[in-house]
């Protein structure tokens, strides 16, 4: 397997990861549907934990590859 296509494994299994949680975030209810929310407070919030989600999964991207993801990486993973 070359480079590439290990950096493709490792993107699909951290935009998996990154899926799973979000999933987990809004059953639980940390994580509200942002088009219906009027909150400011509420909106904020949705907007740290999926920033943080994403830095997580930038970092582990790092860790793996040994280089940071790039805008069309990141867009690939993260939509």
């Known amino acids: 397997?070359?480079?590439?296509?290990?950096?493709?494994?490792?993107?699909?299994?951290?935009?998996?990861?990154?899926?799973?949680?979000?999933?987990?975030?809004?059953?639980?209810?940390?994580?509200?549907?942002p088009v219906l929310e009027k909150d400011e407070k509420k909106q904020e919030k949705n907007q740290d934990i999926l920033l943080t989600l994403m830095t997580e999964g930038a970092r582990e991207f790092r860790e793996k590859t040994g280089q940071g993801m790039s805008y069309g990486e990141m867009r690939q993973m993260y939509g």
């Open 1 to 33: 397997m070359n480079r590439e296509e290990k950096k493709k494994l490792i993107m699909k299994h951290i935009e998996k990861k990154t899926e799973q949680k979000i999933i987990k975030n809004i059953v639980e209810g940390k994580i509200t549907n």
